[in-house]
């Protein structure tokens, strides 16, 4: 497998999608990734971005096809608890566009 494109999970949305010709597939890639503010300190700024996978996959992570879903200021690494804290409201817009 070289890209999301040859995955059985979504070659079978992609065939029930094409049976209904009224939808459209549209699927997300998400990437969570920090970065220290400082090197004497544990502060770090948090970034939630988004890709979408149906643009070629040379094209997709160019800056201007990334779309930025959240950026987070912390004092520590996040830990599991804040991170699905953070990640909630992105969760649940998501689920009301599907």
């Not at 065939?15 to 699927?27: F, G, S």
């Not at 220290?36 to 700024?45: D, F, K, Q, Y």
């Not at 804040?82 to 909630?88: D, G, S, Y």
Request: aromatic residues 8%; charged residues 20%; hydrophobic residues 40%.
């Amino acid at each position: 497998m070289s890209d999301i494109y040859d995955g059985d999970v979504y070659r079978s949305m992609l065939t029930q999608i094409q049976l209904n010709k009224t939808n459209l597939l549209l699927t997300l890639m998400m990437n969570v990734d920090g970065v220290a503010i400082g090197n004497n300190t544990e502060e770090s700024l948090w970034i939630i971005t988004f890709t979408l996978n149906e643009i070629k996959r040379s094209e997709r992570f160019r800056i201007h096809n990334v779309i930025i879903g959240s950026v987070c200021s912390c004092y520590k690494k996040p830990n599991r608890k804040l991170m699905q804290f953070l990640l909630k409201p992105i969760v649940e817009q998501l689920k009301q566009l599907q």
